[in-house]
Structures are given as C-alpha cells and as structure tokens.
C-alpha cells in the first residue's frame, strides 16, 4: 500500500532526502517522504533500517567476543620467565650470562636495569667469554652500572682485542686516541684501527684513515708490519652477538 500524505490526503509522494535536523529518531527508524500535491514533507516507518542496526550491533558483539576469547588475537603475551637464562646463567654458563647481561642492559624481556647488567657481564668476563669482556669494559667505561674506572675499562677491552675481536679491537684504539685509561699513543691507536677495520668495522677505517697525517712514514710501516705479525682469527660468534656494530668510546 503506497504512503498516504497526512496534509492533503494525496498518495502521489517520492522519496527525499534525510537532514540533520530530522534528529537520530527519524534517522534510525523512518524514511522521509515529500508529497508531489502539497509538497509536504513527512516521515513513514522504515521496518529495514532496524533490521540492519540490529545486524550490525549484533555482529560488533560477536566480533569483541571472538577478540576476547582467541588465545592468538591481540598483542603478544609476555614471554614466559623460564625462557629467560636465568637458570642457567646462576649455574655458571658463560653464554647465558652474556645474553642475560645484554637483556639487562637492553630492556629486552625484563626491566632494564644496567646494575645487573653490569652483573652478568662481570661474571661471564672472568670466565674468559671474548664479547662479555667487552661489554663489561664499556661498563666500566662509560659508568653505567658500576663506578667509572678508566684503567680497568682499558684492561678489559683490551683482553678481547688482542684475541681478535674486532669491536674491542676499534674500542682499544679510540682508548689510545685520546689517552682514556693510557697515556695517549696514536701509532698504537693506528695499529688498533687497521685490525679492526681489516674485518670490516667500517668506523675504524675511517679512525685509521684519519691518524695517517699524523704519523711518521716509519711509524704507519711499524704498526703495519706488527699487525701482519699478530695474525688474528676472530673468535667464533656466539648466539648473544646481536648488538650493533662497534661504538666510538670517545671521553
């Protein structure tokens, strides 16, 4: 049965437009009319526009239901605590106080926190580990975690330099750059320079590279001559190697 005008009577209507002003009632349940007679405009109910509001609404639950209860959906949970190295890193392993050192000092899985950073590199250092000896130099150097102490930061960085690591190798010859933790000795900051960037460490190559118009001919042939003998093979990688390349350590 076709809509009948409530002003003149008239069945001859069309449809027209809704405006914001027809307000939410009208907008929700009703579709607006205009009387091709009188012009007059009014509203007829719509048994549709219900129909899909409850689809919707009831689609919107069914989705925040799903999101709720899918153990896959939303962010990622936590990672357990027994996957963190705690365990083995108290019994003594080297390796998983490294990477429990470096967890620490990143904020990786646990509060960052560079005391106990400072900690676990401590411990897996004194057990010989080449990368946590390094990391517990730049510690030492940098103050974090520890009290600063220059020489011992020297001491340690050079450890794992001398046994080929070539981040340490990098650190070792910015520490004779600039006299930190030793007096100031540019040949040997050279020779530090040319080892680290002959296994890649792009930043030493550039140190090394800026030191030659500072030495005598003879002093580059020396420290080119001493590398040559020192033949290092870098130690092999361990699985906590994930941190980036070797940084300046400039005081």
């Known amino acids: ?3 009948v005008c409530p002003h003149c009577g008239s069945d001859r209507t069309r449809s027209t437009s809704l405006h914001a002003y027809d307000g939410i009632r009208h907008m929700l349940w009703s579709t607006p009319l205009r009387c091709r007679e009188c012009h007059h405009r009014f509203f007829v109910f719509s048994p549709l526009k219900p129909l899909l509001l409850l689809t919707a609404v009831a689609a919107m639950i069914a989705l925040t239901a799903w999101i709720a209860l899918d153990p896959h959906s939303g962010l990622p949970s936590p990672r357990p605590p027994e996957q963190l190295p705690h365990a083995r890193a108290a019994q003594g392993d080297a390796e998983a106080q490294l990477r429990l050192g470096l967890r620490y000092a990143e904020g990786d899985g646990v509060i960052q926190n560079d005391k106990e950073a400072a900690r676990w590199f401590e411990l897996a250092a004194k057990q010989g580990l080449a990368e ?11 103050g974090r975690g520890v009290v600063q102490d220059y020489r011992a930061a020297f001491t340690w960085i050079e450890k794992p330099a001398r046994r080929g690591y070539a981040k340490a190798q990098y650190s070792l010859g910015e520490l004779y750059r600039y006299g930190t933790g030793t007096p100031v000795d540019k040949p040997r900051a050279y020779l530090w320079f040319n080892l680290a960037a002959a296994q890649g460490v792009d930043a030493a190559a550039k140190a090394r590279d800026s030191l030659v118009w500072q030495l005598k001919p003879e002093q580059i042939a020396a420290m080119q001559e001493e590398a040559r003998r020192m033949n290092f093979a870098p130690p092999a990688p361990t699985a906590a190697q994930t941190t980036p390349a070797a940084t300046s350590v400039t005081p």
């Open 1 to 3: 049965m076709a809509p």
């Open 132 to 142: 946590a000896q390094y990391h517990y130099g730049l510690m030492l150097l940098k």
